[in-house]
């Protein structure tokens, strides 16, 4: 059932410009099937990358490695995938996916890609996101959760970027 619905997921956003979402479980070692899938290049910061609770809810109770991260440039748009996993087990405690608009693009594809982020997550979930909106500290924010996933998709206009963050619990 979990690669049926990793695979569904796959497919549907495959049809769109949208990016596919995991919202299984998996370890770290299956990463690179998935950047290869997506054609991406792994990437390094020279800094290191935490994460705060309001970010991963579950953010104290693991201890993460420095994730792992590919970036994908297409014609409107580039996407970094991260991956954070937990040190002791290996497991993917939280993915952040991120897509930064190019400046000539952005009228045409930013709202689409939320749009369509949005769909393919409540389809999978069943029921419309609770929504909160952007205040002057913080990017406007759409969340599902259930009794395993938690999702967020955070929108920076003014900064002409898209985060959809999938954890478990």
């Known amino acids: 059932m979990k690669i049926y619905s990793t695979v569904l997921f796959f497919l549907i956003s495959a049809v769109t410009s949208a990016q596919s979402f995991n919202f299984v479980q998996i370890k770290a070692v299956a990463i690179d099937s998935l950047r290869q899938k997506n054609n991406g290049n792994f990437i390094t910061?020279?800094?290191t990358i935490g994460v705060s609770q309001d970010y991963f809810p579950?953010?104290?109770k693991f201890k993460l490695a420095e994730p792992i991260i590919y970036k994908t440039i297409q014609k409107d748009f580039v996407t970094e995938n991260s991956f954070y996993f937990s040190k002791i087990d290996s497991v993917i405690r939280l993915i952040e996916y991120q897509w930064d608009i190019i400046d000539e693009s952005f009228d045409s594809v930013y709202y689409k890609i939320v749009n369509q982020?949005?769909?393919?997550i409540t389809n999978y979930f069943h029921f419309t996101p609770q929504e909160i909106p952007e205040t002057d500290v913080k990017a406007a924010k759409s969340i599902w959760e259930n009794d395993s996933v938690y999702v967020q998709q955070l929108i920076m206009?003014?900064?002409q970027r898209i985060r959809v963050l999938v954890s478990w619990k």
Do not use: S, V
């Open 45 to 47: 910061y020279d800094y």
């Open 58 to 60: 579950n953010a104290t």
């Open 117 to 120: 982020n949005k769909e393919i």
């Open 157 to 159: 206009p003014g900064l």
